[in-house]
């Protein structure tokens, strides 16, 4: 079973940077996509961003041109480096890794933006 683990997670002021991380267990290329959700207080987990094998990411709406997703395919790790952080943007963030039928989740990471 591929285990996923977070760090990162943490306490920033608006406008500030935070960068999460998220080491897999195995090859990351053994899956169609890499990527980071979140869910906010009350809300649904929404998409952060994915990057496909073939290096192609999306992003969700919301955090277009502040969030960049990448990945190191040596060391099996996808990073999140989020910049110009709003409070609206504090949320758990989970890591995941998705496949042909299904989806592996990591426990998640706290984000806390104070404004």
């Known amino acids: 079973q591929v285990q996923l683990v977070e760090s990162g997670g943490g306490l920033v002021q608006a406008g500030g940077s935070l960068r999460l991380s998220c080491t897999v267990s195995?090859?990351?290329?053994?899956?169609?996509?890499v990527g980071w959700h979140r869910q906010a207080p009350g809300k649904q987990r929404e998409l952060v961003g994915v990057?496909?094998?073939?290096?192609?990411?999306d992003y969700g709406d919301s955090v277009k041109g502040r969030f960049t997703i990448s990945r190191d395919t040596v060391k099996n790790m996808v990073s999140l480096q989020m910049n110009s952080l709003k409070a609206e943007d504090t949320a758990v963030y989970y890591c995941?890794?998705?496949?042909?039928?299904?989806?592996?989740w990591g426990q998640g990471t706290q984000v806390t933006v104070s404004s």
């Open positions: 990057i496909w094998r073939g290096g192609v990411v």
């Open positions: 995941l890794v998705r496949g042909s039928g299904s989806d592996v």
């Open positions: 195995g090859s990351i290329l053994s899956w169609n996509g």
